[in-house]
């Protein structure tokens, strides 16, 4: 099983990414599982154009991208409180895929990140507006690391340790359902029941 991890800030070194790798670490404690990260921070993607359908210049990283995604049973999407809203490099990720394969009807786990207490705006946001069209089925289950300076150091002596603790057990719990999630919707994208040619788009 292979488990995409997409970072949505735009900052090269940012705390989102942090968090991306305290859960990949995390996943890489069970067998038989591998990791694929995206960081849309070290690797920009352009804002989406229309000659994104005519393979533009600019496009050309996104087959060996559908590949990668293509190859995931599930992700971890990662996304910073800016402002209250998602980063804009995250929102330009979700609209470039919309076909069969990629994101579609695969599970993911929402986690935001926050230096404070906030978190839950980018959580609404991501299930209300970032799946219609690729198809990206949102877990049950969120994560937010809210406090994120706390949280989530390779220096342990950084973290603050119940909050720490707390927000690492919560991690887990949420893993296991996202592993349970990625085989069990698995049969359901090979059972011949997607047709996205004739509703290429959702309603
Ligand atoms: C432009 C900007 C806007 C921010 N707006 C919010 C916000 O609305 N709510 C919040 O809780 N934190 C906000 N923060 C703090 C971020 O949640 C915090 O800095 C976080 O670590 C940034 O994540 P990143 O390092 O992954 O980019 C903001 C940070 C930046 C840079």
Not at 7 to 24: C, N
Not at 54 to 80: M, R, T, Y
Request: with cysteine; charged share 20%; net charge negative.
């Amino acid at each position: 099983m292979k488990i995409g991890v997409i970072i949505g800030s735009h900052r090269k070194d940012s705390q989102s990414a942090k968090v991306g790798r305290f859960l990949e670490t995390a996943l890489a404690s069970r067998s038989g599982l591998h990791t694929w990260t995206l960081d849309l921070g070290k690797t920009p993607l352009p804002l989406w154009d229309e000659s994104l359908w005519s393979n533009g210049p600019q496009w050309s990283a996104i087959p060996s991208l559908k590949a990668e995604l293509d190859a995931c049973d599930g992700f971890i999407v990662i996304a910073p409180e800016w402002h209250g809203m998602v980063p804009a490099a995250l929102k330009n990720f979700f609209l470039l895929w919309a076909a069969t394969g990629e994101l579609s009807h695969k599970p993911a786990l929402p986690c935001a990140v926050s230096a404070g207490e906030g978190g839950a705006y980018v959580i609404s946001e991501l299930r209300m507006s970032s799946y219609k069209n690729n198809r990206l089925c949102w877990l049950p289950e969120q994560l937010i690391a809210r406090h994120v300076k706390s949280l989530c150091n390779e220096d342990a002596s950084q973290n603050e340790g119940d909050l720490h603790d707390a927000f690492s057990a919560r991690c887990d719990y949420a893993l296991e359902l996202l592993l349970a999630y990625a085989s069990a919707l698995k049969p359901i994208r090979n059972a011949g029941l997607i047709d996205h040619e004739t509703y290429m788009n959702g309603m």
